[in-house]
């Protein structure tokens, strides 16, 4: 019994010797780990931001959608309004064309040009293209534009300050009935 006893002292003297081997051996394994858990969880964490912002992305394109079938609905009804009352030349109705290409325009005059760009019982619009550009930024806008804006062009109107004017290109033609 002696040498179990013995036995026993001197294990119970070195067992905290094997309890430091233990963990210099075990603790790399369980950094690693953690390391490795919290790089997933980064991971995740990235992946699930991504979806949302998808998400809301793909939310604002079916709104997009959703308000351009709209349009297009509308832009039908009134090409069959437009085909049903036969609104053409050969019924008397004039047909003026509407042509005017990267102009400078005040906000008040974008305002009254917009709001004859519909159509009545007397004279219907068929729009080809409108296309407004707000001058806030220099980046993009045509060099004969910019060159009328740093009033390097003689003979034209003065630079406009930007934001005060926009530039406005548009086609399509009026259909205007009869008098009488």
Do not use: C
């Not at 309004?81 to 102009?103: F, H, P, S």
């Amino acid at each position: 019994m002696m040498n179990l006893s013995g036995r026993l002292r001197a294990l119970s003297r070195r067992f905290p010797l094997f309890m430091a081997a233990g963990f210099m051996v075990a603790m790399p394994s369980v950094g690693y780990y953690l390391v490795s858990a919290q790089e997933t969880h980064r991971v995740a964490l990235a992946r699930m931001e991504k979806s949302r912002l998808r998400s809301s992305e793909l939310e604002a394109a079916k709104a997009r959608a959703a308000e351009y079938q709209k349009s297009l609905d509308e832009l039908k009804q009134f090409a069959a309004a437009v085909t049903e009352n036969r609104l053409d030349e050969r019924q008397g109705w004039t047909r003026y064309a509407v042509e005017i290409k990267e102009r400078l325009v005040s906000e008040e005059a974008l305002r009254i040009l917009l709001n004859h760009l519909t159509s009545t019982s007397r004279y219907h619009f068929k729009p080809g293209k409108l296309e407004i550009t707000a001058l806030t930024a220099q980046e993009g806008l045509p060099p004969r534009l910019l060159a009328r804006m740093r009033g390097g062009e003689k003979g034209t109107e003065p630079a406009p300050v930007l934001g005060e004017k926009v530039l406005i290109s548009l086609t399509g033609h009026y259909l205007v009935s009869p008098p009488g």
